[in-house]
């Protein structure tokens, strides 16, 4: 019925996409020749930082209007910093059956290819609470979280890209990250605009490619 429901407001083309498919850092501005080699390589990402993303075509387009409030972006992913790296935590959905939690260096969640423009927000201030969020990615992605395709925030067996960011930060921050979830036709979800306008969430950095 969830589904039914918001069939009657979403496009077609978001409809096929959801069936398969604060701290004392200084802020940066980016310009619009910053290579992203360099911020990865200024140390200003941390584990337990949300990376934003507005990818390519249609769909990511279309996805992105699901944040009724500032529609920047369409995919969102949880970082964690693994010997060094940073490494995205994320899901996304695909005609796959097997969508399972993806493990995807930075560099490659954000390269021009797979973007049009990132962002990164914190909300962790502690490295106790960025332990848990490397420990919590580490066994959802070890147990192959699945995709969540009916879009139910009620349980934890499946998530989609911005519950599994939500929720992941909730509990690594004690339960102290709320946010307001957006609303379709009566269905409920949490879009990228409901976490990144929370105002627990610092902005780090923000980038747009310049010819892309």
């Not at 077609?12 to 802020?27: M, P, Q, R, W």
């Amino acid at each position: 019925m969830k589904l039914f429901l918001l069939g009657t407001t979403l496009s077609a083309g978001i409809i096929f996409t959801l069936l398969f498919n604060h701290s004392s850092e200084k802020k940066i501005a980016l310009g619009p020749s910053y290579p992203l080699s360099e911020i990865i390589s200024s140390h200003k990402i941390l584990s337990g930082d949300i990376v934003f993303r507005l990818g390519h075509g249609f769909m990511s387009e279309t996805l992105r209007t699901l944040s009724q409030k500032d529609p920047h972006y369409s995919h969102a992913g949880i970082i964690s910093i693994e010997n060094g790296v940073p490494y995205v935590y994320h899901l996304i959905g695909s005609e796959s059956d097997s969508t399972t939690l993806r493990r995807e260096s930075l560099d490659d969640f954000c390269k021009p290819r797979s973007a049009q423009s990132f962002a990164v927000y914190r909300i962790l201030s502690e490295d106790l609470q960025r332990q848990t969020v490397d420990s919590l990615n580490q066994y959802y992605y070890h147990c192959a979280l699945p995709f969540d395709r009916r879009f139910d925030m009620e349980t934890d067996s499946a998530m989609y890209c911005t519950e599994y960011v939500w929720k992941i930060l909730s509990r690594a921050s004690g339960g102290n990250f709320l946010v307001t979830s957006s609303e379709l036709s009566g269905f409920r979800y949490i879009g990228c605009d409901d976490i990144y306008l929370n105002p627990k969430c610092e902005k780090i950095i923000e980038y747009t490619y310049k010819n892309n």
